[in-house]
């Protein structure tokens, strides 16, 4: 198959990634140089560091988890979305763009074009998806929803109820992409997350592929 264009939408660990407050922060040792003649890292993170997917077990009791979710929901259509609210993903912006059956729906917010998604500083000031959206995303059947932060829930926002409004109905959760440089339209969204035993989120590598 011939590709027009793959967008690596990833943030890199150690260099771009930020720790959500609380969380264990991404840490990579050299356990052994190049000059014993192999190199050797330990890495030490949140299993939420840097782009990566929350399972329903993340805070559904008794939810999937990692091991447990089919591969091909990470593998699937998907559509880029430009969000112009400064501040939240509302519905009224949700309403205005055709969302296909089986299709992932993937936020750019300023959190992107002003590098705030990747800068390596937790603030409060991000763009977040409202509880209402999130119910507006849920009768729509989407399978997974990204956003351009390290969480999609607004800060301090008491009992996460966006999370388990989406986690409850089965919607994975894409967290710390970067689609600064993607423009809106429909690609195709792989984003494979580490086989983590009992894992109730893991980093992935996330790419959209322009057919």
């Given amino acids: ?89 509302k519905i009224e912006e949700l309403e205005k763009c055709s969302v296909m059956k089986d299709q992932a729906l993937l936020f750019k917010t300023r959190n992107s074009v002003e590098g705030i998604s990747r800068n390596g500083v937790f603030t409060k000031d991000f763009v977040h998806l409202t509880e209402e959206a999130a119910e507006y995303c849920v009768e729509k059947k989407v399978p997974l929803i990204g956003i351009d932060y390290i969480t999609i829930e607004k800060a301090g926002n008491e009992g996460n109820p966006v999370h388990k409004r989406l986690l409850e109905n089965d919607v994975i959760i894409l967290e710390g992409i970067d689609l600064k440089n993607v423009p809106s339209g429909d690609y195709v969204l792989v984003c494979l997350p580490l086989k983590i035993w009992k894992g109730e989120g893991a980093p992935v590598r996330a790419v959209l592929i322009q057919t």
Avoid at 4 to 18: A, N, Q
Avoid at 23 to 49: A, N, T
């Fill in 1 to 89: 198959m011939v590709f027009k264009k793959v967008f690596d939408i990833s943030i890199i660990l150690g260099k771009e990634s930020i720790t959500y407050p609380g969380d264990e922060p991404f840490f990579r040792e050299v356990m052994k140089s190049i000059e014993s003649g192999v190199e050797v890292s330990k890495l030490s993170m949140s299993s939420h560091s840097g782009t990566h997917v929350d399972a329903p077990a993340h805070f559904i009791k008794g939810g999937k988890r990692i091991d447990e979710i089919e591969i091909e929901r990470f593998i699937l259509p998907a559509k880029v979305v430009e969000i112009a609210d400064p501040f939240e993903i």
